[in-house]
T-cell receptor
């Protein structure tokens, strides 16, 4: 069964460093998402991406964040200058079509900022 | 307007019992209400979802009850099993999650 994959599974970084989280969505999916989940808290929407551009973003997704689909398979989230409060689990998700609302989540990347 | 409120925060049920988790939303424009199941160390996985034009949807042991006028919906897990122990999130539209309910089913 096709699945969303994410790398790395864990990342430790120093405050102020840049990190890039990578996702490979399901191959025929057209809509891509990033979410974060601070330990023990709810899942929070960050950004959605369709047709090579951001379609929606939350107030969390400030200028420190950017997303990119550099090729036909990868979808990345970049945090330019990490802060302690960026420590969280980051989930990528994808879905096939508009009108089909089922999103498929990856296993997540646990980011720890020291 | 954008919040989804979920209760209880945690729930302990005996094997074979019924687990009930409740959610309330504010924005009447929301038109899709999924429930996700999340096991430790894993991403959320869609369990069951409903649209507001129906009042109930059942899939196996899992049922969503939807009350459009009250802006509330709930997940019922019948014959709860230890393997159902997980965190459950409701959501309104695919993107707005509730705070989660940690369900423990005791054998």
């Amino acid at each position: 069964e096709p699945e969303v994959t994410q790398t790395p599974s864990h990342q430790v970084t120093q405050m102020g460093q840049e990190v890039i989280l990578r996702c490979v969505p399901i191959s025929n999916h057209l809509y891509f998402y990033w979410y974060r989940q601070i330990l023990g808290q709810k899942v929070e929407f960050l950004v959605s991406f369709y047709n090579n551009e951001i379609s929606e973003k939350s107030e969390i997704f400030d200028d420190q964040f950017s997303v990119e689909r550099p090729d036909g398979s990868n979808f990345t989230l970049k945090i330019r200058s990490t802060k302690l409060e960026d420590s969280a689990m980051y989930f990528c998700a994808s879905k096939f079509l508009t009108g089909e609302e089922t999103q498929y989540f990856g296993p997540g990347t646990r980011l720890l900022v020291l | 307007q954008q919040q989804v409120k979920q209760s209880p925060q945690s729930l302990i049920v005996q094997k074979g019992g019924i687990s009930i988790i409740n959610c309330a939303y504010e924005n009447t424009a929301f038109d899709y209400f999924p429930w996700y199941q999340q096991f430790p160390g894993k991403g959320p996985a869609l369990l069951i979802a409903i649209r507001p034009d129906v009042s109930e949807k059942k899939e196996g042991r899992f049922t969503i009850s939807f009350n459009k006028s009250a802006k509330q919906f709930s997940l019922h897990i019948m014959d709860s099993q230890p393997g159902d122990s997980a965190t459950y999130f409701c959501a309104a539209t695919p993107k707005r999650f509730g705070a989660g309910t940690r369900l423990t089913v005791k054998p």
